[in-house]
């Protein structure tokens, strides 16, 4: 594992770059999400800036229950953080037709390509060059449709903005995120966010 992560640093180290060219906007869900996500870039050079977009949790007291925690996760360890407010319609809207799909299917394809295409329009806004998110840390999400919408959404937005397809799940990043988030006795949800998944015992 040590010499994993010596190659990875060796590969993708940042920190010789200027300043703009570490920056990197990152989509979170929640702080425990964001916990080994952020070290990890934080270690190749990178400089995160957290970005909270998600009208598709529910209810609304859970969606700031997660962004409070998110805030003062990143209050502690200095990493900016941007609230970006969504009104709940817009999920609904995005996922019409696609409520009865299981998780892990297409209805959560669309609330991806609805966070991520935020996500990138934002990263534009602010002068970012390249964006990334936190889904892919969980395992109970498909990496490999994130990817899709995250470079999909970058295309869209064009302006030479990329989306880099970390895998934070790999190589233990589940388990590093959640003994980070014990460590900082963080909230930890145990649904992934919209009431559709709430049904679904999956976690």
Do not use: W
Request: proline share 3%; charged share 30%; with cysteine.
């Amino acid at each position: 594992m040590v010499e994993f992560y010596k190659k990875i640093k060796t590969l993708y180290d940042k920190k010789d770059l200027k300043e703009e060219d570490r920056k990197i906007l990152v989509h979170c869900c929640c702080a425990v999400c964001f916990g080994y996500p952020s070290q990890y870039l934080k270690m190749l050079g990178y400089i995160p800036t957290a970005y909270f977009f998600n009208p598709n949790i529910y209810p609304e007291s859970e969606q700031k229950r997660r962004y409070e925690e998110l805030e003062k996760y990143c209050s502690k360890y200095d990493f900016e953080l941007i609230y970006e407010t969504g009104a709940a319609e817009i999920f609904y809207e995005a996922v019409k037709g696609f409520e009865n799909e299981p998780e892990k299917g297409l209805r959560c394809n669309k609330c991806f390509e609805l966070r991520l295409t935020k996500t990138a329009q934002k990263a534009k806004e602010l002068g970012f060059k390249q964006f990334t998110t936190t889904l892919s840390v969980s395992p109970h999400k498909i990496s490999k449709n994130i990817f899709e919408e995250g470079f999909k959404a970058a295309k869209a937005i064009g302006s030479g903005i990329k989306f880099i397809d970390f895998d934070f799940k790999k190589n233990n990043g589940f388990n590093v995120t959640q003994k980070i988030a014990a460590y900082n006795n963080m909230y930890k949800q145990n649904y992934c966010g919209c009431e559709f998944s709430i049904r679904k015992d999956v976690f």
